[in-house]
C-alpha cells in the first residue's frame, strides 16, 4: 500500500467513525437521551433541549453499573 492510498483510507474510517458519532449523538437526543462529553477530566451533558449543563441529568443519576 502507497503513502497515498494510506492516507486515504485513514481518512476514510475517520471519516465514517466520525458520521457514526454524529448519528448517534442525534438519534440520542431524539429519544431523550443526552450526550455526555469530558473536558479537563469534567463531565457536560447536552441536553436534548440544547443546554449544555455539568450537573447530571436524573436519567444519568442510578446508572451505577455505567
Same mark, same amino acid.
Given at each position: 500500500?502507497?503513502n497515498d492510498e494510506?492516507?486515504?483510507?485513514?481518512?476514510?474510517?475517520?471519516?465514517?467513525?466520525?458520521?457514526?458519532?454524529?448519528?448517534?449523538?442525534k438519534e440520542n437526543?431524539?429519544?431523550?437521551? =443526552?450526550?455526555? #462529553?469530558?473536558?479537563n477530566g469534567k $463531565?457536560?451533558?447536552?441536553?436534548?433541549?440544547?443546554?449544555?449543563?455539568?450537573?447530571? =441529568?436524573?436519567? #444519568?443519576?442510578?446508572?451505577?453499573? $455505567?
Amino acid at each position: 500500500m502507497s503513502n497515498d492510498e494510506f492516507i486515504k483510507l485513514r481518512d476514510d474510517i475517520i471519516r465514517a467513525g466520525n458520521n457514526a458519532v454524529r448519528n448517534a449523538q442525534k438519534e440520542n437526543l431524539e429519544m431523550g437521551i =443526552p450526550n455526555v #462529553y469530558s473536558r479537563n477530566g469534567k $463531565l457536560y451533558y447536552e441536553l436534548p433541549s440544547g443546554e449544555i449543563t455539568s450537573e447530571t =441529568p436524573d436519567i #444519568y443519576k442510578n446508572c451505577d453499573d $455505567l
